[in-house]
């Protein structure tokens, strides 16, 4: 496995995720699909196009799924137990059709697991930018990682 293990990982790092993604206008009409979201801004052409942003926007979800999942083969690739929440997500800029998406991941803080003593909980800053260095999403990241020989 590619991921990194708790003992690892380095309050204060920041990993810069080579691979980039450019989202499609069927990645955000899919995902709109298979979750239910009928918001117009994603997937109508002609309200999107009357709005301030002039087109339809990438759901915001998607987004902040395709940064977590940019940081898996770096970062959490059969390496932790569980996601354990998501925090202080905010999305400044939009994301268009059209668009790559670049991901990184800092490591705020660690503790070991007061109930798992094979585990350690971390704190992740992880940040996706477009292709010109925007900020379209910032979230705060807690995951339960495996210790060194105990996957």
Same mark, same amino acid.
């Given at each position: ?5 708790? %003992? ?22 899919? &995902? ?10 994603h997937i109508n052409a002609d309200f999107a196009a009357?709005?301030?942003? @002039?087109?339809?926007?990438?759901? @915001? ?12 083969? *770096?970062?959490?690739? @059969?390496?932790?137990?569980?996601? /354990?929440g998501y925090d202080k997500v905010v999305h400044p ?5 059209? *668009? ?7 490591? /705020? %803080?660690?503790? *070991? ?10 704190? /992740? ?6 292709? *010109? @260095?925007?900020?379209?999403?910032? &979230? ?12």
């Amino acid at each position: 496995m590619t991921g990194m293990f708790y %003992d690892d990982l380095v309050a204060g790092a920041v990993l810069h995720h080579s691979t980039g993604r450019t989202v499609t206008e069927m990645d955000n009409t899919l &995902f709109s699909a298979l979750t239910l979201n009928t918001q117009p801004l994603h997937i109508n052409a002609d309200f999107a196009a009357k709005t301030q942003f @002039g087109q339809r926007i990438v759901n @915001g979800l998607f987004t902040l799924g395709l940064v977590v999942g940019l940081s898996v083969a *770096d970062v959490t690739e @059969g390496t932790i137990v569980a996601n /354990l929440g998501y925090d202080k997500v905010v999305h400044p800029n939009p994301l268009f059709h059209g *668009d790559t998406v670049y991901a990184d991941t800092q490591v /705020l %803080d660690k503790r *070991d697991s007061a109930s798992r003593p094979e585990c350690g909980i971390v704190r /992740l800053k992880q940040t996706g930018r477009k292709q *010109d @260095g925007t900020i379209v999403v910032e &979230f705060e990241r807690t995951v339960m990682f495996l210790k060194r020989g105990q996957a």
